[in-house]
């Protein structure tokens, strides 16, 4: 496609390149518009919505227009690929540039400048893009996995339009054709309250072929392209031998009530028949040297839950505060005079940089420790506002890669998430706990984890909402399995309402992701039949597509009870969710609440 394509065309008399706003007051709207050979991409100024003719379909994408917008027309000029325009309304003034890119004929960027600030909430403009019919899906990615939700039931969909969940971008599909829009800039989730830094930089998309799984993809290239330096799960294993459990091992938080404890179970799952485990212990007791070499003398890996980076609440209990801070509400030196002056150091990631580092040292030189489990190090993002080191909340995050950096390049395998699985720290990390949860719609009641499953969730409206096979799509996995290993939240392990285990593990197999337990005595004992039964059956698909790409998933019933996942090795595996078996053309049936593995090799 050639620059020389684009032109942007004026549907009402210029004068001087101002446009007179009783040219067209009386009239119909006009439109400003540029186009290429797949796009034309028009703003009507009376009511500022953009409108997205896709010239290979037909088909016009109009936006849902709020009512008090308008072009300030005298704004308006044509630099020839691209259109910028001032719009007056409701929490404006706003400045918009719409750009073509010959790199991408079937997307624009859009920037979005708020003149005088910062940060801004989520802003009324641009408008949202609506779907073309009622049967279309509203494609979500929620803080971990993704959701295709209806949108003929549009009141059921939470935090519609935002940038929100893990990756930061949304889409629209009838499962043949869709688009989606992708924040590129500075985004906050702390405390439930989304931030993002102005200007905002966005990205359309619109394609006249794929569903969920093109708009996962195109995030996936794009992602890949800008950060070239990352690499795949099996290509970190060289250098960090750790990292090769990530693909077929079970995630095991020990509780035993001692260290003796902790190891003598490890032996006996081994034992058993559970080849493959990271444990790790949560620092109910102090752990010694004895139980890590003998963790890694049964070809375990032996792990610390940490916090290097503390809790926002060290600094202030005004919950969101940061948020707070970012967008005015709060004066930075009230607030600082208000607040526990040494809970900075807790949250401040650059001034923890150095001091963490030594730590770990330590760690790996008294324990032997092999992979380091930050809880919410990628959540609770804050400004700093201490005097000695002040920083702003974009370089506490690039601090906080930092230490994630600092620590594999120890020879550490790093995971980190309950919470959030955002993809800015991608590029620094190995796996996320968390990422198979869908905490944007539901989360799990119980607190900090007991260690074991007295509080089972049971016939839980959790389960129902996570485990929901006709609403949840892998759109994270779709992008990211062979870069990222994922597991389910501490709160939500697979046993944590034993009704529902058998779901679980399914969604392990389905999305070849890591299985999670809570061990100690009396629940290996009361579990392990089941337990190593389990481990097996994800094992043996694990070992297979553990570190390869998603390539495609889909439903083979319209019910969607049977769907499968296809992966780069050629493998595609079906699982049945539903009771009653599955008999495809030709092929053995499959029984309800199992699966196959379809090889190619
Ligand atoms: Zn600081």
Same mark, same amino acid.
Request: proline share 10%.
């Given at each position: 496609m050639k620059q020389g394509l684009m032109r942007v065309l004026l549907c009402v008399p210029l004068l001087g390149g101002v446009i007179a706003p009783a040219a067209w007051a009386?009239?119909?709207p006009p439109l400003v518009s540029i186009e290429n050979e797949v796009l034309r991409i028009s703003l009507a100024q009376n009511d500022a919505s953009i409108t997205v003719t896709d010239k290979r379909l037909g088909l016009d994408w109009r936006q849902q227009v709020a009512s008090g917008f308008r072009v300030v027309s005298p704004s308006i000029n044509r630099p020839g690929d691209s259109i910028a325009a001032e719009i007056a309304g409701p929490g404006g003034p706003y400045a918009l540039t719409l750009t073509m890119n010959p790199d991408c004929p079937h997307g624009f960027d859009a920037v979005l400048d708020l003149p005088g600030r910062k940060y801004t909430t989520? %802003?009324?403009? %641009?408008f949202p893009f609506a779907a073309p019919a009622d049967d279309w899906f509203y494609v979500q990615n929620t803080t971990g996995e993704g959701m295709l939700m209806p949108l003929a039931k549009?009141?059921?969909? &939470?935090?519609?339009?935002?940038?929100?969940?893990?990756?930061p971008w949304w889409g629209l599909t009838d499962l043949k054709r869709g688009m989606s829009a992708r924040l590129n800039t500075f985004r906050s989730q702390a405390a439930r309250t989304n931030v993002y830094a102005v200007p905002l930089r966005m990205h359309y998309d619109f394609f006249e072929d794929g569903g969920y799984q093109r708009l996962a993809k195109t995030y996936r290239e794009q992602f890949l392209r800008s950060h070239p330096e990352m690499k795949k799960l099996s290509e970190r294993v060289p250098a960090r031998?750790?990292?090769?459990?990530? &693909?077929?091992a079970v995630y095991v938080y020990l509780w035993g009530a001692s260290p003796d404890e902790d190891l003598n179970l490890v032996r006996e799952m081994k034992a058993a028949g559970v080849e493959r485990g990271i444990a790790v212990c949560y620092g109910r007791h102090e752990i010694d040297r004895a139980l890590f070499d003998g963790i890694k003398d049964v070809d375990w890996v032996a792990g610390m839950y940490k916090m290097p980076t503390g809790n926002l609440f060290q600094v202030s209990?005004?919950?969101g505060w940061p948020a707070d801070l970012l967008l005015g509400k709060v004066a930075p030196e009230r607030f600082l005079a208000s607040?526990?002056?040494?809970g900075w150091d807790r949250v401040c990631a650059k001034h923890l940089l150095p001091e963490w580092t030594e730590k770990a040292k330590g760690f790996i030189g008294d324990y032997g420790t092999q992979l380091f489990y930050f809880d919410t190090m990628v959540v609770q993002l804050a400004p700093c506002l201490h005097l000695d080191h002040p920083s702003t909340i974009e370089e506490n995050q690039q601090a906080r890669l930092q230490i994630m950096r600092a620590t594999r390049d120890l020879g550490m395998l790093v995971g980190s998430g309950e919470g959030n699985s955002p993809t800015?720290?991608?590029?620094?990390?190995d796996f996320f706990e968390g990422?198979?949860?869908?905490r944007t719609y539901i989360d799990t %009641?119980?607190?900090? %984890?007991? *260690?074991?499953?007295? &509080?089972d969730l049971g016939d839980s409206e959790q389960e129902h909402v996570s485990l929901d096979e006709t609403r949840r799509i892998p759109l994270y996995q779709l992008a990211f399995h062979d870069y990222v290993g994922s597991t389910w939240v501490w709160r939500d392990?697979?046993?944590?309402s034993a009704q529902f285990a058998w779901k679980k593990e399914l969604f392990n197999v389905l999305y070849g992701t890591m299985p999670m337990w809570h061990i100690d005595r009396q629940l290996w004992d009361l579990h392990k039949k089941d337990m190593l039964a389990s481990y097996q059956r994800i094992h043996a698909v694990r070992a297979r597509? *553990?570190?390869?790409?998603?390539?495609d998933h889909g439903w083979l019933t319209p019910d969607r009870s049977v769907q499968f996942t296809d992966w780069n090795n050629g493998d595609r595996i079906v699982v049945n969710f539903g009771d009653t078996p599955f008999t495809p053309n030709g092929k053995q049936p499959l029984p309800g609440r199992s699966f196959a593995v379809e090889g190619s090799k």
């Open positions: 009386a009239d119909l989520p %802003p009324a403009y %641009p549009a009141a059921d969909i &939470k935090e519609r339009y935002e940038f929100s969940g893990g990756q031998p750790a990292v090769a459990s990530l &693909k077929d209990r005004r919950r607040s526990n002056l040494a800015w720290a991608l590029p620094e990390l990422l198979m949860s869908i %009641p119980l607190s900090i %984890p007991g *260690g074991d499953y007295a &509080k392990t697979n046993y944590q597509i *553990g570190f390869a790409e998603m390539t």
